[in-house]
């Protein structure tokens, strides 16, 4: 049955081959790990039972962090290893997991998949979130392997997908209900959905969304210092930062920020696209627009001049500091929400107590938009000038700003706990 799967893949790849070659020999983020998604990754050879854990991206990636920090405080005896699917979710492991074997998911082939488990001889697999791939899965259960999903989320058009995957493959379908794997949900929705896929209800549990644990509501003073100082911000100094944006939302903000820099010379803007690629882009069009762009790595080189700050803008061209980043921030706006792509994460800046500020388009987090709209915790906005009023209100009324993120970072505190939850439920496997 695998070999359904295999010529799935193998015949989609052939319609896409000129693409994906042209991809692949003119753009490194394409080349990156090839080597390893065809199984090519070094043994694994530590007597140690293994825990595999796997994190598509960046947001599943530091989800994980404090379930591994737990796993290796409570069983040394055991050890972690971690998978991410995207360049960026390698670099932040990378970053976090210093002393960890860190390496690229395979490719959902059969051959591919078999290979890469048998190098890495894991004794059980966590998957961040919901990253089920026919051929993985099915590897894994004919190895006698259990897989763990934590913090699961499924949508109704994946559960559709699924069914359609079970009926045209019978090994797919005991893969996902095989009674060695665990479902830990984020909310009931999530797990109704699991046994909507027959998955059998004692295999299910919620128990919340483990990313609340892993929001810094605080940042030590002297990093923020330091950060504050290397973009020359000053104590009277209002912050606004765009992150995660994506194309057409830079020149938004540049624009709003335009109009508010010539009533508030002391507003400062610091623009972090969610995609480090695109900073070439990002840094012509401020240009264009008439401002000087200074990237993050250029002002940690200490020879770097600065030029006239009301013409500045800030662009961080790093992965993985947004987070300590927002520290600096009166106002965020977070992107991927004045275009229709679904929203990025709110809850960061959030857990900081900033005032935060989005557009419509966020169906990839209606459960944390419609816990910040219900608490009066943050602002959606529809267009660019509603963006630079709202702006200006908060301006106005900094009392207004402050207890809007105050009441934000109350409900990430509130949210806290499913990590202790999943881990619960790791340790009876792992003491079993």
């Not at 923020?224 to 290397?230: D, M, P, T, V, Y």
């Not at 020149?251 to 709003?256: A, C, K």
Request: proline letters at 4%.
């Amino acid at each position: 049955m695998p070999l359904i799967f295999d010529s799935i893949y193998v015949t989609a790849s052939l319609f896409g081959s000129p693409y994906l070659l042209f991809k692949i020999l003119t753009n490194k983020r394409y080349r990156s790990g090839l080597d390893q998604r065809f199984g090519i990754i070094t043994e694994r050879l530590s007597s140690k039972p293994g825990i595999w854990v796997h994190g598509a991206s960046v947001g599943e990636i530091i989800t994980a962090k404090s379930i591994i920090e737990r796993i290796d405080e409570e069983f040394p005896e055991w050890e972690t290893f971690i998978s991410a699917t995207t360049n960026t979710g390698f670099s932040v492991a990378e970053r976090n997991f210093l002393n960890k074997n860190i390496f690229y998911f395979p490719l959902d082939l059969s051959w591919v998949t078999k290979k890469v488990i048998l190098k890495k001889k894991p004794s059980f697999i966590l998957l961040i979130e919901l990253e089920i791939w026919p051929n993985f899965l099915i590897s894994a259960f004919k190895k006698n392997i259990p897989v763990i999903i934590v913090n699961g989320r499924i949508s109704n058009r994946s559960v559709k997908a699924y069914r359609v995957i079970s009926r045209i493959s019978k090994d797919f379908r005991n893969s996902l209900i095989n009674e060695m794997n665990i479902y830990c949900a984020r909310t009931e929705l999530d797990a109704q959905r699991f046994r909507d896929l027959g998955i059998p209800g004692k295999q299910i549990f919620v128990t919340g969304t483990m990313k609340y644990d892993n929001i810094p509501t605080h940042i030590d003073e002297n990093i923020s210092k330091e950060l504050a100082e290397l973009f020359h911000i000053n104590d009277d100094d209002l912050v606004l930062i765009g992150g995660s944006t994506h194309a057409g939302e830079e020149e938004i903000l540049i624009r709003v920020f335009e109009r508010l820099n010539k009533t508030y010379p002391n507003l400062k803007l610091i623009l972090a696209p969610r995609h480090i690629e695109r900073t070439g882009d990002v840094s012509r069009l401020i240009e264009k627009m008439g401002f000087v762009p200074v990237l993050k790595t250029e002002v940690e080189r200490s020879h770097y001049k600065w030029q006239d700050t009301k013409k500045t803008i800030i662009l961080i061209d790093t992965v993985g500091d947004l987070g300590t980043i927002y520290s600096l921030s009166n106002y965020v706006f977070v992107g991927k929400s004045l275009v229709p792509s679904g929203g990025q994460n709110m809850m960061e800046p959030a857990g900081l107590g900033s005032t935060v500020i989005f557009g419509p388009h966020t169906f990839n987090f209606k459960e944390e938009v419609d816990l910040l709209l219900k608490n009066n915790a943050a602002k959606v906005v529809k267009t660019e000038d509603e963006l630079f009023e709202t702006i200006e209100f908060f301006i106005k009324n900094p009392d207004v700003a402050k207890e809007m993120g105050l009441k934000a970072q109350k409900i990430v505190n509130e949210k806290r706990g499913a990590t202790g939850r999943n881990i619960e439920i790791i340790r009876n496997i792992i003491k079993n």
